[in-house]
């Protein structure tokens, strides 16, 4: 089966001009992503892995090489892109319900039918009865699921996460990974996600992508395999999987971390 290609990433470099002189901070990078594949993107803080995803999504320009998406270059920032950061970066002073068609309202594209949508996707998700409350009245864990709601009704094409979770605390984290693994499989999202959290790449990730430190380089890609037992792939079950730890190995040698 050939799979569609959603992003082609030619020859990416990217070179920073300061005052204080040049910062090489990504090198060479050629990758094709795949549609309905999650990504992880994984290597040691300062490589450039924010860097490259702001290339992708073209708020930066590269140094060299260029990005294809669905075979065509990118002008500027377009708008098939959804990000989610760590900030879930969500406006106190609206509701949920508001917040979550923000940015169908910036578009101009909010009528009825959409907010209907955007509600139906809140109570999909367990946030229905939280509609018209404030984003404090929330917990952390439920703001990036409202953060993610108000993107994927965007309809991305890709789906651009940079470390999203890493402002949540680790059983905050856990539950809200599987959350979202689980909704990108199901609206099947293609996604990007830069993680510095090994075990949250290999449980939520297709293929993971090693990054060397600066200037970024692929150092090497892994086909993520598990098998797990139910059938029902979460990337809660997916860290029970037996191979997992082996993945787990490979990578953190790979990553070279020396404390
Ligand atoms: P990561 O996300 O992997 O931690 P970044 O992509 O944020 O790394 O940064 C990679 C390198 O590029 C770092 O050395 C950083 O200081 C530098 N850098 C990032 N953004 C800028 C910028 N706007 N101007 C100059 N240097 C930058
Ligand atoms: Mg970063």
């Keep these: 089966m050939k799979e569609k290609t959603v992003v082609e990433i030619k020859n990416i470099g990217m070179i920073y001009h300061t005052l204080e002189g040049e910062t090489e901070a990504i090198k060479d990078i050629n990758l094709n992503i795949?549609?309905?594949?999650?990504?992880?993107?994984?290597?040691?803080?300062?490589?450039?892995?924010?860097?490259?995803?702001?290339?992708?999504?073209?708020?930066?320009?590269?140094?060299?090489?260029?990005?294809?998406?669905?075979?065509?270059?990118?002008?500027?920032?377009?708008?098939?892109f959804g990000y989610m950061f760590q900030k879930d970066q969500l406006f106190q002073w609206r509701t949920i319900i508001e917040n979550v068609v923000l940015g169908l309202e910036i578009q101009g594209k909010l009528n009825n039918l959409a907010y209907k949508n955007a509600e139906e996707m809140l109570e999909n998700y367990g946030l229905g009865d939280f509609k018209h409350?404030?984003?404090?009245?929330?917990?952390?864990?439920?703001?990036?699921?409202?953060?993610?709601?108000?993107?994927?009704?965007?309809?991305?094409?890709?789906?651009?996460?940079?470390?999203?979770?890493?402002?949540?605390?680790?059983?905050?984290?856990?539950?809200?990974?599987?959350?979202?693994?689980?909704?990108?499989?199901?609206?099947?999202?293609?996604?990007?996600?830069?993680?510095?959290?090994?075990?949250?790449?290999?449980?939520?990730?297709?293929?993971?992508?090693?990054?060397?430190?600066?200037?970024?380089?692929?150092?090497?890609?892994i086909n993520i395999e598990l098998s797990c037992p139910t059938g029902i792939r979460t990337p809660m079950k997916c860290r029970e999987a037996p191979e997992f730890r082996h993945y787990f190995n490979k990578i953190w040698k790979e990553l070279d971390v020396h404390v």
């Design 34 to 80: 795949y549609e309905g594949e999650i990504v992880g993107i994984v290597g040691p803080s300062g490589c450039g892995k924010s860097t490259l995803l702001s290339i992708i999504a073209g708020l930066i320009k590269p140094s060299t090489g260029k990005i294809l998406i669905n075979g065509e270059e990118i002008q500027k920032s377009c708008k098939n």
């Design 133 to 221: 409350s404030y984003p404090n009245q929330l917990s952390g864990g439920m703001r990036q699921r409202v953060a993610l709601i108000r993107t994927l009704l965007l309809e991305p094409d890709l789906l651009l996460l940079d470390e999203p979770f890493s402002a949540l605390d680790y059983q905050t984290r856990l539950a809200i990974a599987d959350e979202i693994g689980i909704i990108l499989k199901q609206e099947r999202k293609t996604a990007l996600l830069v993680t510095h959290d090994i075990s949250e790449a290999i449980s939520m990730s297709d293929r993971v992508v090693i990054l060397t430190k600066r200037p970024a380089s692929i150092k090497e890609i």
